[in-house]
């Protein structure tokens, strides 16, 4: 499971950041068209409801939001940004976790018109100001080839992902180094092939089978000092066979 980031609230309470991955509830934070919206997956058998919290004070913020089992919606996060450390909670009451509001992506990655995202899937991994993802499209066909497209600044240290995590992976970039080892595909930001303010790096892989909708993950790793300091890259893409792409 990925790690939990640690991060101190304002009151000096050491909090982990990020929500409960056993409860079976997924959330994504993505913007579109300049406006963030939350990606929010039911995986469990039971209905789902979901309300938005200030972390510190107990106010409602958002919700709730209901999410039908073995279902994926869509809600508007606008009223969320900047608003700090939010807390999610299930209907019941029971606390999800805490994830950090919604913050307006850095200008370029707003420019390219389409999707992106900056945060982890349920907070893994944080949020960095170095690197986001763009896509095409909100949801995937099952069993489809869908193309990811990771944006990085040079110099950010390498980049991870497993042939053994997702199918028929591929991995190209035209100005960074790329080379498979041991199951692995490594992008080498340290030594660009070209100076560019910003790289674009390919993910070409197979999304799952399913008859119900879902949020898929995927996961890289990032080596900020290779062998020594580094952090998950993991994101959620709704895989819908409803979906018209491809």
């Not at 994101?235 to 491809?246: A, F, K, N, Y």
Request: glycine share 12%; aromatic share 6%.
């Amino acid at each position: 499971m990925p790690a939990l980031l640690m991060a101190i609230l304002m009151v000096g309470q050491l909090t982990g950041i990020g929500l409960d991955w056993n409860q079976g509830v997924f959330v994504q934070e993505y913007w579109q068209a300049g406006k963030p919206h939350y990606a929010i997956a039911n995986s469990g058998n039971a209905a789902a409801s979901i309300s938005v919290y200030e972390a510190q004070t107990g106010k409602k913020l958002a919700g709730p939001w209901n999410i039908a089992p073995k279902r994926v919606i869509s809600a508007d996060a606008a009223k969320l940004q900047e608003q700090g450390l939010l807390e999610f909670r299930l209907g019941s009451g029971m606390p999800l976790g805490l994830l950090d509001a919604p913050r307006a992506p850095a200008g370029p990655s707003m420019e390219s018109g389409k999707i992106v995202t900056t945060g982890g899937l349920n907070g893994s991994g944080g949020r960095q100001n170095e690197l986001w993802f763009e896509q095409g499209s909100r949801a995937f066909k099952p069993e489809s080839m869908v193309t990811l497209e990771l944006v990085v600044r040079p110099g950010i240290g390498e980049i991870l992902y497993s042939m053994d995590k997702l199918t028929e992976l591929d991995v190209t970039c035209d100005t960074l180094p790329v080379k498979s080892s041991r199951g692995n595909f490594i992008i080498d930001t340290d030594h660009p092939a070209q100076s560019r303010m910003h790289h674009r790096i390919y993910l070409r892989f197979k999304t799952p089978k399913t008859d119900q909708p879902m949020i898929m993950v995927v996961d890289g790793w990032r080596w900020i000092v290779v062998g020594k300091n580094g952090h998950g890259l993991t994101r959620g893409i709704i895989v819908d066979p409803s979906s018209g792409r491809p």
